[in-house]
């Protein structure tokens, strides 16, 4: 199982838009059985050294998306108003550590 991360820094005047952009991108992926992302801001109630807003959801594996399989309303204008307004745009990848995991290298 994987994490996987959005983060866009923005200025803090964005952060909203931003916010309610990557909701629309999420719930389109949703739609298509991707699993539900929680979507958080940082920096614009809350102290923080950047202003940003990042998008993050569970996955079972890492695979590249195939272009035809992303939903029109990303590739028709979602993704191109996302990029307009971001400062940088980052994407993290993690893998969750559990039991089993941890079972398989003799660590427990």
């Known amino acids: 199982m994987f994490l996987v991360r959005r ?4 200025e803090r005047k964005d952060i909203w838009k ?13 739609e298509q059985g991707r699993t539900e992302a929680t979507i958080y801001v940082m920096g614009f109630s ?5 202003f940003g807003v990042c998008a993050e959801w569970k996955q079972e594996s890492l695979e590249a998306i195939n272009f035809t399989k992303v939903p029109d309303k ?17 994407i993290e990848f993690h893998e969750i550590v559990t039991k089993e995991k941890l079972k398989d290298r003799g660590l427990i």
Do not use: F, G
């Open 46 to 50: 809350t102290p923080s050294e950047t």
């Open 74 to 90: 990303i590739k028709s204008s979602l993704s191109a108003e996302l990029m307009d307004i971001v400062d940088s745009y980052e």
């Open 18 to 30: 931003v916010a309610s952009m990557l909701h629309q991108i999420c719930n389109e992926y949703e």
């Open 7 to 10: 983060i866009c820094k923005v």
